[in-house]
């Protein structure tokens, strides 16, 4: 993405194992879920618009 030019953000989110979000399994992290959704709204709120 640097080589294309795009602008990006990168999260990570220590502690947590892959699949976080999922409340069904035992890797769900409801504070790290709420953290992830906060910034993706933010990022959809920013970058998208209405047609």
């Known amino acids: 993405m640097d080589a294309a030019g795009v602008r990006y ?29 906060d910034h993706l709204l933010s990022l959809f709120a920013s970058t998208l618009t209405a047609g």
């Open 9 to 37: 953000t990168s999260e990570s989110y220590p502690g947590t194992a892959h699949g976080f979000t999922m409340s069904d399994t035992a890797a769900f992290s409801p504070s790290r879920l709420e953290r992830h959704w």
